[in-house]
């Protein structure tokens, strides 16, 4: 596997659009070739040169090429986009649509990420290490066909309307996520180790929401069926199962209404009343939070 | 003095009868001519094919349905925004649902230059006008809708035909009109009760009449006048297994009718987007194609045209004034729905459809599109649409005319779908040996649906005296050839002429000619009660007034064409 790395060397004043950058649009092409691959910028277009140095080397093939991208993307966008093998590495906090549609390979980033992050993604597996914006693994505006399969882990939190119109693959996130959850699910899974804000599940067809920590708000539109084992990232725990969103259609499978399913930890619906207090400073923190600096980055 | 000769090319003209003779065509000053002096710009065309500009009978291409769609579709134009093709054109967008500025680009490549905009709400006119004017190159027209309008019901109730005529004049006028355009007689207007008409003897409630005395009092008062133009209809219960009799009985409606007027139009009746009016069984699962009994009475009966709705197995976007069957849609496919009621005059609706070669109806609704083509014994009353973009997005013309041409291209498609076999067993493809021939080509997409929009002095032809739109095409008709030739020969054009003007060269936009506006203009002796009624809904039910109503002046019409009708002389 050879690695090639792309270093900013000017904050572009617009937002950059650089759909090239990713293992299948770099694949195969020596150093020169990269440089002159064009990014966009409003109506103008210029080269991956004259934004970027670029050293090393790529294989012949996506999957056998690693890319590597430094300094602060903050202003450049989809990053990653469509990327189908291979390995991206973003070492600064990148702008929207990293990693959209990718279907395969591996992209981390080691920043936080803008909005639309793996939009209607089919494959593949997505780190972002620090948070992520809102619209994580869903559906470009107006679709209905949101994340597909693959993997998004956020170690940090997210923004509001993640797995909007969602239908597979799963998303963990292991911090807070913001309003809009799952919203219009048909598939797919969505962990939350924090806490929920509102609005989880709701109009959610089919698929599975599994929150560990608090919800502010409940969703009318839910019924508790029973206590379920579950297993998150091996780890076995006991929680309430709810069906929903029962205001919604719901399909049916061998006779029987396939409904989403929503888990909480046993201990959530006494939380479910915290104070207003409590609520906004976590919504206080929680914003204080979108976007930590990643160290060896100008983004600070 | 411009002067044009293109020389040496294969040349197919059904108006002059050349079937592939290798000749001349010259052009002066934006018409066809004899001959032309030395002077004149010479294009080698040979080894290629010549024809006509093409004409678009029936699309939906301009209007607020189209532009909803556009609007709730954001994602229909996600990746395919290109950048311009020259200095003096824009950068296109949209696929099911393109920019007006792709519309226009598009058909020029693809050698059209008339393009008939298929369902004008009149409320709405002025929104049809704007955007048409906004669609460079292209002629375009617009067909009003007549079929659920309050005024037409009341009048056709009572048998008042001539009121009936006088108050279409007065609409076309009113809304710069080309047609008389049906949708789902007398079930749009039903939909508003929450009901609709699934046959032709259906009560339409209040009204209390039936789909059968609209259809056939409109088609009296279409001939009352002598509209270049005959009805225009989209019959009845579109879409649903078992339809083919109600479409029989529709077509029914027609006989015994005279055309009447001075274009050389021969029908009484156009039924367009028979596709989706041709089916048998009794549900989805032993839906089935009736092609064969739909063109056994199309062929036997003269006074009749139609276009076929080719599903084109893509992604798009259904948008009619059927306002019912859209909403039957959106409940078969859950996706995303709109609906709108226009007062006085019609509805529409919009439901996203994803036509799959995996789905078994998709494949059979598309083998029936390609089937009535192929069973037209008449090519001059069989043309070829998508309904654009219901059944497909007409820039896929290309490739209906891939499948009519090459077996070998059909075949390769039909079966290699998931459920080849129950396809198969379902309709009639398979056993049609039948090629179209470039010349049948030009019957389907240039002198037929010319001559049946009353236009055949103008456009779909090569006479002189002739509007110069001429296209020459990539492709050696003497063969050899493969279907994916045929595809790309009719995708992008090596020439375009649109009036005597340059518009397209080797498949890029290079010039935006000099787009017209058709419309009829009929002139009816003095009508004092459809006047007095006009007055009176305006001032009653109309949430405009008539002065902010009609359609007039440069703004929305910059280049005219009216085409005149004098039915005074009747009484
Ligand atoms: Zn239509």
Redesign the pocket.
């Known amino acids: 596997m050879e690695t090639v790395t792309l270093t900013i060397k000017k904050t572009p004043t617009l937002m950059l659009e650089a759909e090239a950058i990713s293992p299948d649009g770099l694949a195969g092409k020596s150093l020169d070739q990269i440089k002159a691959l064009p990014v966009h910028m409003g109506r103008e277009q210029f080269t991956i040169g004259e934004y970027f140095d670029v050293t090393g080397a790529t294989s012949a093939t996506a999957g056998e090429t690693k890319v590597v991208v430094k300094g602060d993307l903050s202003r450049v966008k989809y990053l990653g986009t469509k990327m189908s093998a291979g390995e991206l590495v973003i070492e600064g906090n990148a702008d929207m649509y990293v990693g959209a549609w990718m279907s395969g390979g591996k992209l981390t980033a080691k920043g936080s990420v803008d909005g639309f992050a793996g939009t209607g993604m089919k494959g593949g597996e997505l780190l972002i290490e620090g948070n992520a914006g809102n619209y994580l693994g869903s559906a470009y505006r107006g679709d209905w066909r949101g994340m597909q399969a693959g993997l998004i882990r956020v170690k940090g939190n997210v923004g509001s309307d993640t797995g909007y119109f969602m239908n597979g693959g799963e998303i963990i996130i292991e911090g807070n996520a913001d309003v809009h959850v799952g919203t219009h699910a048909e598939g797919g899974k969505i962990v939350i180790k924090g806490n929920a804000k509102s609005r989880v599940g709701g109009q959610m067809v089919e698929g599975t929401i599994i929150l560990f920590g608090t919800v502010d708000v409940m969703m009318p539109g839910f019924k508790y069926i029973g206590d379920e084992e579950i297993e998150v990232d091996g780890q076995k725990t006991v929680m309430s199962a709810y069906i929903g969103d029962l205001g919604e259609r719901h399909r049916k499978r061998k006779g029987e209404s396939v409904y989403g399913k929503l888990y909480l930890a046993k201990a959530a619906p006494a939380d479910a009343g915290a104070s207003r207090d409590a609520r906004l400073a976590r919504a206080r923190e929680a914003k204080k939070a979108r976007f930590v600096p990643v160290e060896g980055t100008t983004s600070a | 003095m411009a002067e044009y000769l293109i020389k040496n090319g294969f040349v197919f003209d059904p108006v002059t009868g050349v079937k592939g003779d290798k000749k001349d065509v010259a052009i002066r000053d934006g018409k066809i001519v004899d001959s032309v002096s030395s002077s004149a710009k010479v294009y080698d065309a040979a080894g290629k094919t010549v024809m006509a500009g093409a004409v678009e009978v029936?699309?939906?291409v301009a209007g607020p349905k189209v532009n909803e769609g556009r609007n709730y579709r954001p994602e229909d134009k996600l990746f395919g925004t290109r950048v311009r093709d020259s200095k003096d054109t824009r950068m296109t967008g949209g696929f099911s649902i393109p920019t007006t500025f792709k519309t226009g680009y598009s058909y020029a490549k693809m050698g059209y230059t008339v393009v008939m905009e298929?369902?004008m709400p009149p409320l709405y006119a002025r929104h049809v006008h704007e955007e048409m004017r906004d669609t460079p190159i292209i002629d375009q027209g617009a067909f009003p809708v007549f079929g659920n309008n309050w005024f037409v019901l009341e009048y056709l109730k009572n048998n008042e035909v001539e009121n009936t005529a006088a108050y279409i004049a007065w609409l076309l006028r009113a809304s710069k009109g080309y047609a008389v355009k049906v949708?789902n007689p007398g079930g749009t207007e039903a939909w508003a009760w929450g009901l609709n008409c699934l046959s032709v003897n259906d009560p339409v409630p209040y009204f209390d009449i039936t789909p059968a005395q609209i259809v056939k009092g409109l088609i009296e008062a279409n001939e009352y006048l002598g509209l270049p133009h005959s009805i225009h209809i989209?019959a009845n219960n579109l879409g649903n297994p078992g339809n083919f009799q109600t479409t029989l009985d529709t077509f029914k409606l027609a006989e015994g009718y005279k055309t009447n007027n001075k274009f050389g139009r021969e029908q009484t009746m156009h039924h367009?987007?028979v596709q989706f009016h041709s089916y048998g069984g009794d549900n989805w699962g032993n839906f089935e194609s009736k092609a064969d009994a739909i063109m056994d009475y199309v062929n036997a009966n003269p006074n009749l045209t139609i276009d076929t709705?080719n599903v084109t197995l893509d992604e798009t976007t259904t948008m009619?004034a059927d306002g019912p069957f859209e909403h039957h849609l959106t409940e078969l496919n859950h996706l995303k729905w709109a609906n709108v009621d226009v007062e006085l005059e019609t509805a529409a609706g919009i439901v996203p459809y994803v036509y799959s070669p995996d789905i078994k109806v998709c494949a059979i609704q598309w083998a029936i599109g390609l089937e009535l083509a192929l069973l037209a014994k008449d090519p001059m009353r069989c043309f070829i649409t998508t309904?654009h973009p219901?059944a497909g997005p007409f820039t896929r013309y290309p490739r209906i005319m891939k499948w009519l041409m090459s077996k070998e291209s059909r075949d390769e498609r039909l079966n290699t779908f998931k459920h080849a076999d129950k396809v198969i067993s379902s309709t009639l493809l398979a056993g049609l040996d039948r090629e179209i021939t470039f010349y049948e080509l030009a019957q389907m997409t240039r002198a037929g649906p010319a001559k049946a929009l009353g236009l055949a002095g103008t456009y779909g032809g090569l006479a002189p005296g002739m509007d110069a739109d001429v296209v020459v095409y990539d492709i050696n008709p003497e063969g050899p050839f493969t279907g994916e030739d045929i595809e790309r020969a009719f995708t992008d054009a090596s020439l375009v002429f649109k009036t005597g003007t340059l518009v397209v060269e080797n498949g890029r936009v290079i010039n935006n000619g000099n787009k017209r506006t058709l419309w009829v203009d009929a002139k009816v002796n003095e009508n004092a009660q459809v006047m007095r009624d006009v007055e009176e809904k305006f001032l009653k039910y109309y949430s405009v007034s008539l002065k902010n109503y009609e359609v007039q002046g440069h703004h929305y019409i910059p280049n005219p064409y009216a085409i005149e009708v004098d039915a005074t002389s009747e009484v």
């Open positions: 029936h699309a939906h298929a369902a949708v989209h367009t987007h709705g009619t309904d219901n």
